[in-house]
Nanobody, 118 residues
Framework: QVQLVESGGGLVQPGGSLRLSCVSTATFFSIYVMGWYRQAPGKQRELVASIISGGSTNYTDSVKGRFTISRDNAKNTVYLQMNSLKPEDTADYYC????????????WGQGTQVTVSS
Protein backbone atom coordinates (compact mmCIF):
# COMPACT_ATOMS: atom_id res chain seq x y z
CA GLN A 1 0.00 0.00 0.00
CA VAL A 2 1.35 3.38 -1.02
CA GLN A 3 0.95 6.30 1.34
CA LEU A 4 1.10 9.92 0.28
CA VAL A 5 1.50 12.76 2.74
CA GLU A 6 0.95 16.34 1.61
CA SER A 7 2.12 19.49 3.32
CA GLY A 8 2.53 23.18 2.60
CA GLY A 9 -1.02 24.42 2.39
CA GLY A 10 -2.28 27.47 4.19
CA LEU A 11 -3.70 30.95 3.92
CA VAL A 12 -2.09 33.36 1.47
CA GLN A 13 -3.02 36.72 0.02
CA PRO A 14 -3.82 37.11 -3.68
CA GLY A 15 -0.60 37.34 -5.65
CA GLY A 16 1.28 35.31 -3.08
CA SER A 17 3.04 31.97 -3.36
CA LEU A 18 2.94 28.57 -1.72
CA ARG A 19 4.83 25.35 -2.29
CA LEU A 20 3.08 22.07 -1.71
CA SER A 21 5.03 18.89 -1.05
CA CYS A 22 3.96 15.27 -1.23
CA VAL A 23 6.09 12.47 0.14
CA SER A 24 5.40 8.93 -1.05
CA THR A 25 6.19 5.58 0.50
CA ALA A 26 6.05 3.89 -2.91
CA THR A 27 8.79 1.51 -3.85
CA PHE A 28 10.08 2.45 -7.30
CA PHE A 29 8.57 5.93 -6.85
CA SER A 30 10.22 7.10 -10.05
CA ILE A 31 7.94 5.01 -12.29
CA TYR A 32 4.72 6.54 -10.98
CA VAL A 33 2.89 9.32 -12.73
CA MET A 34 2.45 11.92 -10.02
CA GLY A 35 -0.32 14.48 -10.05
CA TRP A 36 -1.82 17.30 -8.05
CA TYR A 37 -5.60 17.61 -8.04
CA ARG A 38 -7.82 20.13 -6.34
CA GLN A 39 -11.40 20.30 -5.23
CA ALA A 40 -13.17 23.51 -4.37
CA PRO A 41 -16.39 23.53 -2.33
CA GLY A 42 -19.30 22.41 -4.47
CA LYS A 43 -17.10 21.51 -7.42
CA GLN A 44 -15.67 18.34 -8.87
CA ARG A 45 -12.09 17.35 -8.29
CA GLU A 46 -9.90 18.49 -11.16
CA LEU A 47 -6.40 17.70 -12.32
CA VAL A 48 -4.11 20.68 -11.78
CA ALA A 49 -0.77 19.29 -12.94
CA SER A 50 0.97 16.00 -13.56
CA ILE A 51 4.51 14.80 -14.14
CA ILE A 52 5.68 11.51 -15.59
CA SER A 53 8.78 9.52 -14.87
CA GLY A 54 10.82 11.26 -17.53
CA GLY A 55 9.88 14.69 -16.23
CA SER A 56 7.36 15.78 -18.84
CA THR A 57 4.62 17.88 -17.33
CA ASN A 58 1.02 18.76 -18.03
CA TYR A 59 -1.07 21.62 -16.61
CA THR A 60 -4.65 22.66 -16.66
CA ASP A 61 -5.06 25.90 -18.59
CA SER A 62 -5.99 28.02 -15.59
CA VAL A 63 -2.63 27.49 -13.87
CA LYS A 64 -0.25 27.54 -16.83
CA GLY A 65 2.52 30.05 -16.29
CA ARG A 66 1.78 30.28 -12.56
CA PHE A 67 2.22 26.75 -11.18
CA THR A 68 5.17 24.42 -11.59
CA ILE A 69 5.16 20.72 -10.77
CA SER A 70 8.44 18.96 -10.12
CA ARG A 71 9.70 15.75 -8.58
CA ASP A 72 12.75 14.56 -6.69
CA ASN A 73 12.90 10.81 -7.15
CA ALA A 74 15.74 10.49 -4.65
CA LYS A 75 13.44 11.90 -1.97
CA ASN A 76 10.23 10.21 -3.18
CA THR A 77 8.70 13.66 -3.30
CA VAL A 78 6.64 15.71 -5.73
CA TYR A 79 6.19 19.46 -5.42
CA LEU A 80 3.76 22.06 -6.65
CA GLN A 81 5.11 25.59 -6.69
CA MET A 82 2.18 27.98 -6.89
CA ASN A 83 2.84 31.62 -7.74
CA SER A 84 0.55 34.56 -8.45
CA LEU A 85 -2.21 32.86 -6.52
CA LYS A 86 -5.79 33.92 -7.11
CA PRO A 87 -8.90 33.53 -4.95
CA GLU A 88 -10.18 30.97 -7.45
CA ASP A 89 -7.22 28.74 -6.58
CA THR A 90 -8.78 28.20 -3.16
CA ALA A 91 -9.39 24.47 -2.74
CA ASP A 92 -8.26 21.30 -1.08
CA TYR A 93 -5.24 20.02 -2.96
CA TYR A 94 -4.60 16.29 -3.27
CA CYS A 95 -1.54 14.37 -4.32
CA UNK A 96 -2.06 11.37 -6.59
CA UNK A 97 0.24 8.52 -7.58
CA UNK A 98 -0.73 6.47 -10.62
CA UNK A 99 1.03 3.30 -11.68
CA UNK A 100 1.14 3.54 -15.49
CA UNK A 101 0.27 -0.05 -16.40
CA UNK A 102 -2.99 -1.65 -17.48
CA UNK A 103 -5.19 -1.73 -14.42
CA UNK A 104 -2.63 0.25 -12.49
CA UNK A 105 -3.62 1.47 -9.06
CA UNK A 106 -4.22 5.04 -7.98
CA UNK A 107 -3.26 6.31 -4.57
CA TRP A 108 -4.34 9.54 -2.87
CA GLY A 109 -3.10 11.68 -0.07
CA GLN A 110 -5.33 13.15 2.59
CA GLY A 111 -5.28 16.62 1.09
CA THR A 112 -4.01 20.00 2.15
CA GLN A 113 -6.09 23.16 2.19
CA VAL A 114 -5.10 26.24 0.24
CA THR A 115 -6.99 29.46 0.87
CA VAL A 116 -6.28 32.58 -1.16
CA SER A 117 -7.88 35.59 0.45
CA SER A 118 -7.13 39.12 1.53
Amino acid sequence: QVQLVESGGGLVQPGGSLRLSCVSTATFFSIYVMGWYRQAPGKQRELVASIISGGSTNYTDSVKGRFTISRDNAKNTVYLQMNSLKPEDTADYYCNAHLPVVGGADYWGQGTQVTVSS
